[in-house]
């Protein structure tokens, strides 16, 4: 991998095991010689096997374009393997003897046995694993190639789904590439395609649905759906990914099923400054690279275009159905599937999400518009909130409403605040129409159906106040929601638990639905802070009740 990542950080990336680590390792594996030429792993094949290489070399080759490049050699002390080794998903490189020899063959299941069990040897895989899958990400190679567009939406969601589920690709723009009309030939595809992902080299895709992608690519491990697992955690956002390192690190069997990729809403933030312990912030992405990677180390099983569309929860265990028609069963289900903020449905709007248009105001919002005009969308709290504050360092504030006021929706102290700020300017019946811009918000457009006006106004700030929506629709009925669809937990189920599936002379625990061994955290929890801090802390929480839970159905069976 010659590139600055390994310039900076050959030691950790390849770190030279000494005598005594190679002679633990021995332990585990079996000793083979090696031949030139031989391959010990082919791309885009599962890994069964790490090897550490005891005499001769070994070459990493990565795909690139339409050949293999010489990345790195291994030399004797060297060890082979990256994140997917952990995750069971397929190897992104070759491995190609250069110079005869031998090697260790480790299985990965030892593998990931030893990063629980060993602290020394763990430290020392689990970094060279990272980094080297960044430096994958950094090459630009790989096993996947989009032929995308700035201006199609589903090239951005193929994008957005490779970046965030962390598989390096190499990433062709059909309005700018020089090699584009080559491209086209070679794959036998037209710009009417687009967007086309040629996976492997020879399977070409047009338009794939992620799934397709995440099967071609073996991003997720190979897992035996007919076991009952634990612990079955449907959403891998922060809450999520939480509670499966709590509860993999303590001896359950985890598995994940999460809609698009790791780190929900979180995953979605350029840079969060709040979350304790990164004093310069940290962005969305590498959050959920580093929580996933802690939650595989201790084994929770991750699978990644995976949606749950039901839950069947007349008797235990339970099973939570999956679109692809399949179903998992589990005794014990954690419900992190969120919440997703209402966007509007405006052209552009999402282009401009953390360069104009917001859904949060707080100081870090509130310094970027310091002095200007600006727009708040809604008529809750959560926009009358936002209106106070903001107009404390904007020089306008424009709070837009669809109806005729704030009565109904907004606390009265909070109405007779903004009566108060000469700041503020109400424009009831009033919506945005369009919003523009270069690689900045610079335009807003609205329509008010009152005098049936239209402005058109330089405005360069939008926050979205519009509330948020629980992802519960496949709940279906089964536990207690609130009446704006969130998951009751806890003490707030009690007026409505004899009416549901409660069974137990027990009251429910903290977290736990209407539903015995069932519990919701983060976001989707009716009453939660909307917060990663709190969705992380919920979801680590809640996984005492679950070995609770578990061995009550335990006595009970
Ligand atoms: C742009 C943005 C910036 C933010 N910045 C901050 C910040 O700086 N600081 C802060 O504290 N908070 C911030 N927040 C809020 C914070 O991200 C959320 O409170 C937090 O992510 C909630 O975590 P969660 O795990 O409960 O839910 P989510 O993050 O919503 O994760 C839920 C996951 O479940 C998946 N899912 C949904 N339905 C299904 C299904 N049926 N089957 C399988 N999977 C499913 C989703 O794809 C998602 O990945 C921000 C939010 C956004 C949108």
Redesign the pocket.
Known sequence: MINELLRQRREQMFPKLGEPQMARLAALGQRLPTQIDQVLVEAGTRQSHVFVVLAGSVEILLRQGSGDQFQYLLTAGDFSGEMSTLRGSNAQACLRVRQGGAVVAIASEQIRTLVQTDAELSELFMRAFILRRMALISSGGGEVMLLGSRHSADSLRLREFLTRNIQPYQDIDVESDPDVAALFERFHVTAGDIPVVVCKGDQIFRNPSNHDIAECLGINPQLDDSRIYDLLI?????????AAVYAASEGLNVRM???????????????????LGFPTGIT?RALAGRALSQAQKFGAALSVA????GLRCAQRPYAVE??DGNSLQARSVLI??????RTLNIDNMQRF??AGV???A?H?ESQLCQGEEIVIVGGGNSAGQAAVYLAATCRRVNLLVRGAGLADSMSSYLIRRIGETPNIELRPYTQITAVAGDSQLERVDWFCSSDRTSEQRPIGHVFVMTGAEP?T??LKGCASLDEDGFVRTGSELTPDLAARHWTLPRAPHLMETSLPGVFA?????AG?????????G??SICVQSVHRALQEFASAA
Do not use: M
């Open positions: 449907v959403g891998a956002g922060p809450a999520g990914l939480a099923v999460e809609t698009t990729a790791p780190g929900g809403q979180a995953g979605t933030s350029s840079r969060i400054e709040n979350y969305g995976s949606q749950a569309v999956l679109a992190a599937s969120g919440a997703q903020y999400l953390g917001y859904y949060a707080t870090l992802n629709a496949w955290a983060g976001d989707v929890r939660s802070v909307k917060r990663v801090a709190s969705a992380v919920e979801g």
